[in-house]
């Protein structure tokens, strides 16, 4: 017994018609694993610095810098005031975050959207959204006295999530010390 196919029984296989209809796009694709086509570009190459790519994006984003706020400052980054530019601010714990990457949370309409301008930490120890855990921005900042441990653990984590997902910006600062 011979291990090796006789040519009479290789060449029944492809008297199936079946076999044979399968043997084109099994080629096909054989031949271009084998010889893959050259991409051809649309553009021609570049002949100037100025038709080349620019990995510079059209228009820098706006750089705020770290800085102190006052409730009345911070106010004004609610995303609805124009003299925020359409930023979205808020302070947790006395750190002032950048939250305008969600403001479909943050902005106006959002589920958090009042928190917007604001000092929230009352409201996310909590857990509420009530107005009523938002300190007016004419009176002190909220010392937080009152808040039990688990509400306090509370809002630390709120402060660990904005720190890894958005831009630390400032300071939540009382009226008088703000620089």
Same mark, same amino acid.
């Given at each position: 017994?011979?291990?090796?196919?006789?040519?009479?029984?290789?060449?029944?296989?492809? !008297?199936?018609? &079946?076999? %044979? $209809? +399968?043997?084109? *796009? #099994? !080629?096909?694709? &054989?031949? %271009? $694993? +084998?010889?893959? *086509? #050259?991409?051809?570009?649309?553009?021609?190459?570049?002949?100037?610095?100025?038709?080349?790519?620019?990995?510079?994006?059209?228009?820098?984003?706006?750089?705020?810098?770290?800085?102190?706020?006052?409730p009345r400052e911070l106010s004004v980054y609610d995303g609805v005031n124009?003299?925020?530019?359409?930023?979205?601010?808020?302070?947790?714990?006395?750190?002032?975050?950048?939250?305008?990457?969600?403001?479909?949370?943050?902005?106006?309409?959002?589920?958090?959207?009042?928190?917007?301008?604001?000092?929230?930490?009352?409201?996310?120890?909590?857990?509420?959204?009530?107005?009523?855990?938002?300190?007016?921005?004419?009176?002190?900042?909220?010392?937080?006295?009152?808040?039990?441990?688990?509400?306090?653990?509370?809002?630390?984590?709120?402060?660990g999530h904005f720190s890894g997902k958005y831009i630390m910006v400032g300071?939540?600062?009382?009226?008088?010390?703000?620089?």
């Amino acid at each position: 017994m011979s291990s090796t196919p006789s040519p009479d029984t290789l060449l029944s296989q492809f !008297s199936n018609p &079946l076999n %044979t $209809l +399968l043997l084109l *796009p #099994i !080629s096909y694709l &054989l031949l %271009t $694993l +084998l010889y893959p *086509p #050259i991409p051809r570009s649309r553009n021609p190459p570049p002949t100037s610095y100025t038709q080349a790519y620019s990995h510079l994006p059209a228009k820098h984003p706006e750089v705020l810098l770290f800085k102190s706020y006052t409730p009345r400052e911070l106010s004004v980054y609610d995303g609805v005031n124009p003299q925020g530019k359409g930023r979205i601010m808020l302070a947790i714990g006395g750190t002032v975050f950048d939250v305008s990457a969600g403001k479909g949370f943050y902005g106006p309409g959002g589920p958090y959207g009042n928190f917007a301008g604001r000092d929230a930490s009352r409201g996310m120890a909590k857990q509420s959204f009530d107005e009523e855990m938002l300190t007016p921005i004419d009176q002190p900042i909220d010392p937080l006295d009152d808040l039990t441990p688990s509400e306090i653990e509370n809002m630390n984590g709120w402060i660990g999530h904005f720190s890894g997902k958005y831009i630390m910006v400032g300071e939540l600062v009382e009226e008088r010390s703000a620089s």
